[in-house]
């Protein structure tokens, strides 16, 4: 490739400009803002070039609700995506004993069996603090996912000689493709 040429300064361009010798035109970070986007549907960036970034939060148990062993289909996928995150956090931490919540998240594909996406449940025991955030691994070979796939939450809970969890809020963060 030969040495680019170098156009210092500010540039004013009207009418329509050809990258076509790239695929893309790299740009630094923070140039293009909310103001450089237009509104009307003909200069707007479409849909179709967005991916969307969900962030699925539930509430399993209310902040005075003891966590029990509990089952909730919280997405169905509209398109194409990957599954970036899976994060808990629980209103009181179990206390004594061998408490423990184990929480799952599954999929399911084209109505097939219902399968972890999970390297390893997401476990909050005894152990854990009260309100402090923790994250569940997803397995990288199980991320994607297809339009129509669905995503269910399976708490279960185990351990004797204490007091189970109190309160558990989940979010799950997906990034939906917008063409698949």
Aim: cysteine-free; proline content about 4%.
């Amino acid at each position: 490739m030969p040495a680019p040429s170098e156009l210092r300064g500010d540039r004013i361009y009207y009418g329509n400009q050809d990258f076509s010798s790239a695929d893309s035109m790299p740009m630094p970070p923070g140039v293009v803002g909310d103001t450089e986007v237009s509104s009307t549907s003909t200069r707007a960036i479409g849909a179709g070039k967005v991916i969307h970034r969900e962030n699925v939060g539930v509430e399993l148990f209310g902040p005075a609700v003891t966590v029990a062993a509990k089952t909730q289909v919280i997405k169905i996928a509209r398109r194409g995506g990957t599954l970036i995150g899976l994060e808990a956090v629980v209103q009181t931490a179990p206390v004594g004993g061998t408490e423990e919540v184990q929480i799952d998240l599954q999929k399911s594909t084209a109505g097939g069996a219902y399968a972890t996406v999970l390297t390893a449940t997401l476990d909050i025991s005894s152990t854990a603090t009260a309100l402090v955030v923790v994250s569940g691994s997803i397995d990288a070979a199980k991320e994607d996912y297809i339009d129509g796939d669905h995503f269910r939450l399976v708490t279960t809970i185990s351990g004797t000689g204490g007091a189970h969890a109190v309160g558990l809020f989940v979010a799950a963060f997906f990034d939906e493709h917008p063409v698949t």
